[in-house]
Structure formats: structure tokens, C-alpha cells
């Protein structure tokens, strides 16, 4: 039986396509059969944050119309076998997104697939809803600012109200808070939000803490999820959020001031 | 001692402290919602009865819910002019 992940947030630009991206190549490294599906209908982005945009064919869209099958759309990654995309339309509009329609898709994709992982679009509707709707799982991505904080609170009385196992009086969705672009420097500063602040607020499981980190942009430049890049905080926050996602209890790392060495005081000032 | 303070004064001066008192507010009010949808027709109708008797402002009738723990209280405030 497979599971399902939305990644979701409400707010746009916090960081979903990323995490998506690095979590779904995180589980496949473990060794699971893994599907990532983007829901972002009209606005697709994630098939370049892998890396395969010259590879789409077909799309999610084409699937559920008919005009191709699961099997034709899937792109199967090149870093990793047990890897697959299926990318978001790129034309036609969130409307061609039906419940029937990705509720078939999805099924079909669970036979394969041991976790299938979707990444949301902004906002609260439809490409969103039907994201959320099948989950058996969330992460709600968070960025230490009002705005997204605010937007993760609507998200998650959504999530607990709108889901497949809500009307079908299963347990409830497991919610899972990722707060992504965390800044030590800032939060010392006190111009961000604390982590324990946003925790206090939201009251999720926190199954990380992505430091904001240049390697982010450097990996979706070069069309690598950055869970790959080994020496970078964020590619390592992702790996623990991985393990995390799968039952390890690992401390949370990244969240305070790297102190500067001798050397880093003497030369870089 | 200055040099103390200094470092006090940036602890709590920051935006972030007022960024999460916005915050929690917000969301309190975010998590009672909007209300019932009939609200806003409820207060048209009252706006309609009064009118049989006196002449009000639209703004003279303001309906408002407030949840308190498992108590809801629906609040009426009608002005009346002078
Ligand atoms: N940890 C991070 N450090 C630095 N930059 C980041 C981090 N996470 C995301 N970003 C940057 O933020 C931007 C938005 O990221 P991303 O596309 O993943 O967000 P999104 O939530 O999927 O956006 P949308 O709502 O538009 O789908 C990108 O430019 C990305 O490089
Ligand atoms: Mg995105």
C-alpha cells in the first residue's frame, strides 16, 4: 500500500517545489519506489527543480483526460531508478484537475509506487484541495514570517476538515511542520521569528529545520534536487528530515550561530 | 555596562517580538472564523425592520458572534439616532 505526502503551505514561494524535490530523491536514496507528482497545473516548475524539463512528454493532465497513460508520463529519473516525476501541464488550466480523474491516477500510481509525494500549488484552491484531499500525510512548509505562518494555520484546519480519510472516518492526516529558510544570524538578531515561536503557534510535529542557504538556488540552477548536494546545510537538513519522516529520532541541527574559528575571524574579519 | 545594555536593547527591540504578538492574534482570529454565513442577511433584515419605525444608517446595525468555549454569544448593537 502506498503512501500519499502533500507537501503544502497556503503561501507561495516557501519552498515546497524544493522540498518535494529533495524529499521525494531523499526516499528514493533509501531505497523506496517513489513517485513525485506536480499539482501546480499551468505553473509547472517542478520537472526543472529535477532537472528533466527536456524530457516531458506527457503530463499529469494528459493522464487524467486519457490521452496518455501513466506509464508514457511518468519520467524515470537519471540519478536514481527508483525515482519517477510526472510533471504538471504546462497549458491548460487547475479546473482539468477532478477528483474522479486524480483519484484514478492515484490508484493506479499506488499499485507501483511505495510513496508517492505531491507537490502542492499556492493557494487554497482547486490544484491545492486535490493535492490535500487524497494525503495520508502533510508537510507543512513554513517560512519564519506572518505572512506564511498564518497561511500554515489555514492550511492545517483545512487538512483536518478536507481529506479522503476524514470522509471516509479514517485516522485523521499525520501533519508534519517543516520550517524552511531558517536564519540563526537573523533570529539572534531578533529579527525573525524563532523556531520555538512558530512552534508555539502552529503546535505540529517539526520534522525540520531548513536553514536558508545559497546552495538552494545553486541546485535548482543546476537542475539537481539539493538533497544531493552532500556539504550543504540545506542538503543535509533534507536528509534528516528524511530519516525523520521514516522513524529516526535525530536531533535538529543548523539552528544556532556557527561560531567563526580563529581563522574565520582573522581572515574573513 | 553600555556595552550591556546595547546588546539588551537589540534582544528586545526586534521586529520579530511584534511580529509574533501580531501573530498570535491573527491567528485567534483566524481559528473562531468568519461566523455563520447568514450573518450579513440577518443584519439587512433587522436594518429593514427598524426602518419601519425610524430612519438608520446602514452602519447603525452591527451583528457580531463571539465564541466562548463552548458558549456562542451573538451580539446586537443598534444605534438610534438622536
Ligand atoms: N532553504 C532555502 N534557502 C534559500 N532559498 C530557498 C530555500 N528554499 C527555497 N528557496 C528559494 O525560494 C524560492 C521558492 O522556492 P520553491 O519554488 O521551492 O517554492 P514553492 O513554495 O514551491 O513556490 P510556489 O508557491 O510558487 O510553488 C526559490 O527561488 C528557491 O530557490
Ligand atoms: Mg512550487
Known sequence: MAR??????????????????????????RGFKTVVIDFDVGLRNLDLIMGCERRVVYDFVNVISGEANVGQAMIKDKRNPNLFILPASQTRDKEALSIDGVGRVLDELAKEFEFIVCDSPAGIEKGATMAMYFADDAIVVTNPEVSSVRDSDRMIGILSSKSRRAEQGLEGIREFLLVTRYSPERVQRGEMLALEDVQDILSLDLIGVI?????????????????????????????DMVSRYLGEDLPHRFLTVEKKGLFGRLFRG | MALLDYFRQRKTTGSAAIAKERLQILVAHDRRGGGPSYLPQLKNDLLKVIRKYVAVDNDAVSVNLERDGAQEILELNIVLPD
Open chain 1, 211 to 239: 536553514p536558508d542557504s545559497p546552495s538552494v538556488l545553486n541546485a535548482s540552477n543546476a537542475g539537481v534536487p539539493v538533497i544531493l548536494d552532500r556539504e550543504s546545510s540545506a542538503g543535509q537538513a533534507y536528509s
Open chain 1, 4 to 29: 500519499i505526502i502533500v507537501v503544502t503551505s497556503g503561501k507561495g514561494g516557501v519552498g515546497k517545489t524544493t522540498t518535494s524535490a529533495a524529499f521525494a530523491m531523499g526516499l528514493a536514496e
